[in-house]
């Protein structure tokens, strides 16, 4: 009987879910795409840490994707001669699946209270704080011309290079993260 009850029980969260992604698919548009033009990525471009290529070009989560002479997220207005104000930070400082106007570093570029800086975004998807480390060091070291850097995280990068054991399960490389990975591709819910 037990075991009969699970099977309704998981039936019936299966045909919600179904109809939840009927009436999603009619709603929506389309589906969230989530997908990284990894041709815009510079391996170690920071020592151990990964970022981005300088100048270049491409889609990231279904947006146009452009980056600067410093590797960062491409600003509408270039105000060289300035203060050089650095943002680093993840995905949401990077502003994965927005328009390279509509970054943190973007509008606070354009304001008037910035109007003496020049505020570069240097963030990249998936980068913790001990990417952060390595490429401030790496900056400092090259650059004398940096006057500033904030820097913007979330709670998901006190992780850091975390083995893989350590880390939330669903981050794991696993059966679990693949089938997260499948969902957030194709489930429109």
């Known amino acids: 009987m037990k075991g009969r009850n699970i099977l309704i029980v998981a039936g019936v969260t299966l045909g919600i ?10 709603v929506l548009s389309n589906i969230y795409n989530r997908k990284f033009d990894s041709s815009l990525i510079e391996p170690h471009k920071y020592g151990a840490t990964d970022g981005l290529k300088n100048n270049a070009s491409g889609t990231v989560w279904g947006k ?4 600067d002479d410093m590797g960062g997220r491409k600003h509408q207005k270039s ?17 994965v699946g927005l328009d390279d106007s509509s970054t943190i570093a973007n509008l606070t570029n354009d304001s008037d209270e910035w109007a003496d800086a020049d505020v570069r975004n240097i963030s990249m998807i998936g980068w913790s704080s001990h990417d952060y480390s390595n490429v401030i060091d790496h900056l400092f070291a090259r650059d004398t011309s940096i006057n500033e850097v904030y820097l913007f995280y979330c709670l998901n990068d006190i992780y850091g290079k975390s083995a893989v054991k350590d ?19 194709r489930y429109a819910t």
């Open 167 to 185: 880390l939330p399960p669903i981050a794991n490389k696993g059966v679990i993260s693949e089938v997260n990975g499948w969902l957030q591709d």
């Open 17 to 26: 879910l179904m109809v939840l992604e009927v009436v999603s698919r009619i």
């Open 64 to 67: 146009p994707f452009h980056t």
């Open 79 to 95: 105000k060289t001669g300035k203060k050089k104000v650095l943002i680093i930070g993840d995905s949401v400082t990077e502003g």
